[in-house]
C-alpha cells in the first residue's frame, strides 16, 4: 500500500553537502511523523532525525547542527538536508512513517546511498 521512494544521495567529499527526498505515494490521506534512518554496512540501522506532522524536529546527535529535516505536506515529500558532511555519515540512507509516533512501517523503500569519502 504505502510507497516510499527515496533519492539524492551520492558521493561526495567530506564538508560536501546533499539533499535527500522521499515520497511517499499509494495509501495515505495524510502523514503523521516521519523519520529518515540510516545502516552503514555492517552496522545497525539508526534513527537520524524524525519530523511530526506539525513540524517538530529532532535529530540524532551525531548530526544535530549538520542535518535538517523538512517536510512539504502538499507533496507528499520529506526531505533531508545534509550539510558539512562527514566520512560516518556513509550509509544507506532510508525514509518512513512512524506508526503510533515509534514504530516504522513496513514499507520500506529501496534507500538511497550516500558515500562521503575524498
Known amino acids: 500500500q504505502l510507497q516510499l521512494v527515496e533519492s539524492g544521495g551520492g558521493l561526495v567529499q567530506p564538508g560536501g553537502s546533499l539533499r535527500l527526498s522521499c515520497a511517499a505515494s499509494?495509501?495515505?490521506?495524510?502523514?503523521?511523523?516521519m523519520a529518515w534512518y540510516r545502516q552503514a554496512a555492517g552496522k545497525q540501522r539508526e534513527l537520524v532525525a524524525t519530523?511530526?506532522?506539525?513540524?517538530?524536529?529532532n535529530y540524532a546527535d551525531s548530526v544535530k547542527g549538520r542535518f535538517t529535516i523538512s517536510r512539504d505536506n502538499a507533496k507528499n515529500t520529506v526531505y533531508l538536508q545534509m550539510n558539512n558532511l562527514k566520512p560516518e555519515d556513509t550509509a544507506m540512507y532510508y525514509c518512513?512513517?512512524?506508526?503510533?509516533?515509534?514504530?516504522?512501517?513496513?514499507?520500506w523503500g529501496q534507500g538511497t546511498q550516500v558515500t562521503v569519502s575524498s
Open positions: 499509494g495509501s495515505i490521506f495524510r502523514l503523521g511523523a
Open positions: 518512513n512513517v512512524l506508526i503510533l509516533g515509534v514504530r516504522p512501517s513496513d514499507y
Open positions: 519530523i511530526s506532522s506539525g513540524g517538530v524536529t
